[in-house]
């Protein structure tokens, strides 16, 4: 069967060349005459594999050295809890901005660690646009600032971070991560579950400035103390090993296809020929504030589900498929991460124009 183009949120496509890499590599990885599958996490090939990714990820992003990685498990979701716990340690207060469901799953979680202040929020016209954040608005008694950089189900992004001086902010850049050029400064903490813009589901990526970790409290579960990973360099347990590997492949295929910077050049075009084509139809609109349209997400509606529907089942045909919007919300949503090909937007864009001519 021919390969699809796949929009799906995430798990999301992967690029061509890190499959056929992880293929090349199944049986035999490197000569060990084993699959990294099959492979102890503490063998010298496994921790080349781990070592080179974490060094990739470094050099990609120019993680400064006062910052740790880590690669744990338990998905974004256990991050909403882990960051409480390690770092609503001093006043037990912080703020958040609430942009959407995992927003606010986050604010749920860290409600019950301490006093949560929603500083700003977009509630009020359905996560439509992303608030402005101003200096003023971060309490001066929170231990942390916490944002989600894209939401991945609404398709809005923050387009200016706030200045939070020394307050940490910490970052869910789940849908977003090395889609746009960041400064790792501006952040105390920033996660990311992997299975969008990093590789596949398992691994979840975190980048905590050193003076954050080693603060929570003696009774915390080992697993759930970041200092655990930090001083264990993520190998405290068994690794998800695989997918680890996975990500290596996938930043190897980021650098050689010019780095973070290029990729950002190559989401915005790819963003703009989308959103183009959904504002000049007939039937379709994205009901994202333009000035803070997602990236990687693009959300449009044509207001009539089953027309959504006709529109999922015809793209399906067509070999553009997993389109249609989030289970909470409906209407239709493109995830158009990294691994994107400029091509499979161009055809998802042409068949948005035939569609709109045949049902407007
Ligand atoms: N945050 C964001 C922005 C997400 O998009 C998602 C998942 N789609 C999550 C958190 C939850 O991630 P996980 O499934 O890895 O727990």
Redesign the pocket.
């Given at each position: 069967m021919d390969r699809v183009y796949n929009f799906a949120?995430?798990p999301a496509a992967l690029p061509l060349e890190v499959l056929l890499k992880a293929q090349e590599q199944m049986l035999n990885y490197n000569g060990s005459g084993m699959s990294v599958l099959e492979m102890s996490h503490r063998s010298s090939a496994y921790l080349s594999i781990i070592e080179k990714t974490e060094a990739d990820l470094r050099e990609i992003m120019n993680i400064p050295k006062n910052y740790d990685v880590l690669f744990l498990q338990?998905?974004?979701?256990?991050?909403?809890a882990m960051v409480p716990m390690n770092l609503m340690v001093n006043n037990k207060k912080a703020d958040y901005i609430n942009t959407?469901?995992?927003?606010s799953?986050?604010i749920k979680e860290a409600k019950k660690f301490g006093t949560v202040n929603v500083i700003a929020s977009s509630e009020d016209k359905n996560f439509s646009y992303f608030p402005v954040i101003t200096d003023d608005m971060i309490s001066k008694d929170a231990d942390y600032v916490h944002i989600?950089?894209?939401?991945?189900?609404y398709g809005t992004k923050c387009g200016v971070f706030p200045k939070t001086a020394n307050i940490p902010l910490v970052a869910?850049?789940?849908?977003?991560i090395m889609s746009e050029v960041i400064d790792v400064n501006d952040f105390g903490l920033i996660y990311?579950?992997?299975?969008?813009n990093l590789g596949p589901?398992g691994v979840?990526l975190v980048i905590i400035r050193n003076d954050l970790s080693g603060k929570a409290p003696s009774n915390t579960p080992v697993m759930l103390d970041y200092k655990t990973h930090v001083e264990k360099g993520s190998m405290h347990n068994t690794p998800p090993a695989y997918a680890i590997y996975i990500m290596g492949l996938v930043l190897q295929w980021v650098k050689d296809n010019g780095g973070v910077p290029e990729m950002e050049k190559r989401n915005k075009e790819k963003a703009k020929i989308l959103y183009d084509v959904i504002d000049n139809s007939k039937l379709f609109s994205a009901p994202a504030k333009k000035e803070d349209r997602s990236l990687m997400?693009v959300v449009f509606v044509t207001g009539n589900p089953d027309t959504d529907k006709k529109f999922v089942n015809q793209a399906k045909a067509k070999g553009l498929v997993t389109l249609a919007g989030h289970r909470s919300v409906g209407g239709l949503r493109a995830s158009i991460y990294n691994a994107m090909t400029l091509e499979g937007v161009k055809t998802l864009a042409d068949f948005i124009e035939k569609f709109d001519a045949e049902n407007s």
């Amino acid at each position: 069967m021919d390969r699809v183009y796949n929009f799906a949120s995430g798990p999301a496509a992967l690029p061509l060349e890190v499959l056929l890499k992880a293929q090349e590599q199944m049986l035999n990885y490197n000569g060990s005459g084993m699959s990294v599958l099959e492979m102890s996490h503490r063998s010298s090939a496994y921790l080349s594999i781990i070592e080179k990714t974490e060094a990739d990820l470094r050099e990609i992003m120019n993680i400064p050295k006062n910052y740790d990685v880590l690669f744990l498990q338990g998905g974004a979701s256990l991050q909403f809890a882990m960051v409480p716990m390690n770092l609503m340690v001093n006043n037990k207060k912080a703020d958040y901005i609430n942009t959407g469901v995992w927003s606010s799953s986050a604010i749920k979680e860290a409600k019950k660690f301490g006093t949560v202040n929603v500083i700003a929020s977009s509630e009020d016209k359905n996560f439509s646009y992303f608030p402005v954040i101003t200096d003023d608005m971060i309490s001066k008694d929170a231990d942390y600032v916490h944002i989600t950089s894209n939401n991945t189900i609404y398709g809005t992004k923050c387009g200016v971070f706030p200045k939070t001086a020394n307050i940490p902010l910490v970052a869910d850049m789940s849908s977003n991560i090395m889609s746009e050029v960041i400064d790792v400064n501006d952040f105390g903490l920033i996660y990311a579950g992997a299975q969008k813009n990093l590789g596949p589901a398992g691994v979840t990526l975190v980048i905590i400035r050193n003076d954050l970790s080693g603060k929570a409290p003696s009774n915390t579960p080992v697993m759930l103390d970041y200092k655990t990973h930090v001083e264990k360099g993520s190998m405290h347990n068994t690794p998800p090993a695989y997918a680890i590997y996975i990500m290596g492949l996938v930043l190897q295929w980021v650098k050689d296809n010019g780095g973070v910077p290029e990729m950002e050049k190559r989401n915005k075009e790819k963003a703009k020929i989308l959103y183009d084509v959904i504002d000049n139809s007939k039937l379709f609109s994205a009901p994202a504030k333009k000035e803070d349209r997602s990236l990687m997400n693009v959300v449009f509606v044509t207001g009539n589900p089953d027309t959504d529907k006709k529109f999922v089942n015809q793209a399906k045909a067509k070999g553009l498929v997993t389109l249609a919007g989030h289970r909470s919300v409906g209407g239709l949503r493109a995830s158009i991460y990294n691994a994107m090909t400029l091509e499979g937007v161009k055809t998802l864009a042409d068949f948005i124009e035939k569609f709109d001519a045949e049902n407007s």
